[in-house]
């Protein structure tokens, strides 16, 4: 135990955060994998062109404005400022929340312009895609809600544990939106 405490100390990369590097990693290749084959299959032919609805730019600003509250509620965290970390916390959470309901509404607006899941392949990529991605913000937000707990349960102690446990949700959220920017621009730059 001893010799695994001491290459621990040597490596400076707590196992929970090699443990979400790989995970992101993991991710990174599924969404690669998708969207290469949206490029594969777009060549193809059979494929119906079609903009995107706005109501997906509204989320990306959402989606980037949970950015900004989540690092200013872990400086908060880390600078001992409660009332900053609570509330940009909570701030972050609705505006995760408010991402996937633009989604939803993204799908309907999309499913209303006649592109449905099953009417061509490019419209059924657009909802798997976002799809997959808003699993992975409601996989967030689950984080989110356990860091929330520790916030209003716990009493308020920037200690390096609660410190390294709310830095893992910090990155896979700007992980999750720097994800989502991504797929905006691949979808715009495809169109």
């Known amino acids: 135990m001893a010799a695994l405490r001491q290459e621990y100390n040597q490596s400076k990369i707590h196992p929970h ?7 992101i990693g993991s991710i990174i290749m599924m969404f690669g994998a998708f969207t290469s084959a949206y490029v594969v299959r777009r060549a193809a032919g059979n494929w119906l062109e079609f903009k995107l609805p706005d109501v ?7 989606i ?3 950015s900004v509250t989540i690092h200013l509620a872990f ?3 880390k600078q001992g400022k409660e009332q900053q970390y609570k509330g940009m916390l909570i701030a972050t959470f609705v505006l995760g929340l408010a991402f996937v309901v633009m989604q939803y509404v993204g799908w309907e607006a999309l499913n209303n312009m006649g592109a449905t899941f099953t009417v061509n392949p490019s419209s059924s990529f657009i909802y798997v895609i976002s799809g997959l991605h808003a699993a992975h913000v409601l996989g967030g937000i689950g984080a989110l809600t356990v860091a929330l707990t520790h916030a209003f349960i716990l009493p308020f102690k920037p ?4 410190k390294q446990r709310f830095d893992l949700v910090v990155q896979y959220w700007h992980f999750v939106d720097i994800l989502w920017v991504y797929l905006m621009v691949f979808f715009m730059l495809q169109s």
């Open 75 to 77: 400086s908060g965290f």
């Open 56 to 62: 997906f730019m509204v989320s990306t600003v959402i």
């Open 64 to 66: 980037l404005l949970s």
């Open 17 to 23: 955060k090699l443990a979400l590097w790989v995970a």
């Open 159 to 162: 200690t390096l544990r609660r």
